[in-house]
């Protein structure tokens, strides 16, 4: 029996004659054999493991996305390491040394800070990099995201359509392309229906809670005159509820809210949450999909174009026509 039939069985790597299958079950049984997964890696130079980098696990948008990610990755047969930069470029940089020195197979990364001159060093090595939901400054990575200004435009335009004209925004943070295309998508859909622009009614926002619970109180402290919110993430919107209940504004009676990105928690606020839903599970499976099949091409540059998924609006009780309440 050669050494090339026992590693074909070992590893599943194609169909092995029956008997002779089971004497080399029965051998691998009797002493307790296990593949040496450095070995494997030192002949096929594949480690079989990708790195997801992601700048913040608190958000609850982002586990959907790892969630599609593993589902395909498990499927594959890859192992995927989880690494939180915090949107710090030293993290992220500190990361991208320890995924080479582990040689990754490929990586995934959410909105990476770090200048193109310190991504190539890392990519210069034939390691393929994916970009999933926000941007980084690699144009030759695919981008596998929703359309951010279309759905910005959506939910302006569901406010519209209700009746509202006062509508106040409330931005993530100015520095990320998804920001200025939410921003965008909301500015677009004032302009289609003549609604002068107010800057007065633009308040800047972090993605997070807090930072939509700010934005609204801002508005609310300077005596800003608004009937509806429009938050560029779900948490924001959260935030700008919270704020609005706090300083005896109901909800959707005398301000109506829209979230963007349909997290689970959406459907549970009080009231529940209208919306833009993102795929988020189709999308990881997606860009694990470009990743994967750049790996088994031996592309350091994966070949695919960018994948842009479409948003459609989910309208739940946070909003309602204008003078309703």
């Known amino acids: 029996m050669s050494t090339a039939t026992v590693s074909r069985f070992v590893n599943r790597a194609g169909p092995v004659a029956g008997p002779t299958g089971k004497r ?49 990755a498990n499927e594959r047969s890859y192992v995927l390491l989880l690494c939180s930069t915090l949107s710090d470029p030293r993290k992220e940089e500190e990361y991208l040394r320890l995924l080479q020195a582990k040689q990754v197979d490929g990586i995934l990364a959410v909105g990476l800070v770090l200048p193109r001159s310190q991504i190539e060093r890392f990519t210069s090595a034939g390691v393929p990099l994916v970009s999933l939901d926000r941007d980084i400054d690699y144009p030759s990575a695919p981008r596998v995201h929703v359309n951010h200004r279309k759905g910005a435009q959506v939910a302006t335009q569901h406010l519209l359509a209700l009746g509202h004209r006062a509508i106040a925004h409330v931005s993530g943070p100015p520095q990320l392309r998804v920001s ?57 919107a959260i935030g700008a509820i919270a ?83």
């Open 24 to 72: 080399i079950e029965t051998a691998v049984l009797a002493l307790g054999y296990r593949p040496n997964g450095i070995a494997r890696s030192l002949v096929t130079k594949t480690t079989h493991t990708i790195a997801f980098l992601l700048p913040d696990i608190t958000n609850p948008f982002f586990p959907s996305l790892v969630k599609g990610v593993q589902l395909l």
């Open 180 to 236: 200025r295309e939410r921003l965008a998508g909301y500015e677009a859909a004032l302009s289609a229906a003549r609604v002068r622009r107010d800057e007065r009614l633009r308040v800047t926002g972090d993605f997070s809670e807090d930072g939509g619970y700010r934005g609204v109180e801002r508005l609310l402290g300077e005596a800003v005159h608004f009937t509806a919110v429009f938050a560029a993430n779900d948490l924001s």
């Open 243 to 325: 704020a609005l209940k706090a300083h005896g504004r109901r909800v959707p009676e005398d301000v109506s809210v829209v979230g963007f990105d349909d997290i689970h928690l959406a459907a549970y606020t009080s009231p529940p949450l209208t919306t833009i839903h993102q795929p988020a599970l189709e999308m990881g499976r997606c860009a694990t999909e470009i990743l994967i099949q750049a790996i088994a091409d031996g592309q350091g540059r994966p070949r695919s174009n960018d994948r842009v998924f479409e948003g459609p609006l989910i309208v739940r009780d946070s909003t309602s026509p204008l003078g309703r309440g």
